[in-house]
C-alpha cells in the first residue's frame, strides 16, 4: 500500500539527461528524460498500443519515440 498525493524521489538530478530513464513508483512504470530546454519530463512509460515501454525508445527533440511501432509522445503523455 502506497500513500497518494505525496511526493517520492524518483531521481537525483544528474540521473535525469537526454536518454530515457525508467523507474518503478508505487508500482507505476514511469520514464522520465530532459527536453531540449534541459526541463524533466515524466510521463507513463507505456505506449497506448501494445503497451510497450517507452523507456526502450528514443528521446527526439522534446517527445519520446516508441521503439516498437514508433509512434511519438510528447510531455503530456499525448501521442
Not at 537525483?12 to 537526454?18: A, I, N, R, S, Y
Given at each position: 500500500?502506497f500513500?497518494?498525493?505525496?511526493?517520492?524521489?524518483?531521481?537525483?538530478?544528474?540521473?535525469?539527461?537526454?536518454?530515457?530513464l525508467?523507474?518503478?513508483?508505487?508500482?507505476?512504470?514511469?520514464?522520465?528524460?530532459?527536453d531540449?530546454?534541459?526541463?524533466?519530463?515524466?510521463?507513463?512509460?507505456?505506449?497506448?498500443?501494445?503497451?510497450?515501454?517507452?523507456?526502450?525508445?528514443?528521446?527526439?527533440d522534446?517527445?519520446?519515440?516508441?521503439?516498437?511501432?514508433?509512434?511519438?509522445?510528447?510531455?503530456?503523455?499525448?501521442?
Amino acid at each position: 500500500m502506497f500513500l497518494e498525493d505525496y511526493w517520492y524521489c524518483a531521481a537525483l538530478p544528474h540521473e535525469v539527461t537526454g536518454k530515457p530513464l525508467r523507474r518503478v513508483i508505487c508500482n507505476e512504470p514511469i520514464v522520465f528524460y530532459r527536453d531540449t530546454k534541459g526541463n524533466p519530463v515524466a510521463i507513463e512509460d507505456r505506449c497506448s498500443h501494445r503497451q510497450a515501454p517507452l523507456s526502450t525508445g528514443e528521446v527526439c527533440d522534446d517527445n519520446i519515440q516508441c521503439s516498437y511501432h514508433g509512434f511519438v509522445f510528447d510531455k503530456t503523455g499525448s501521442c
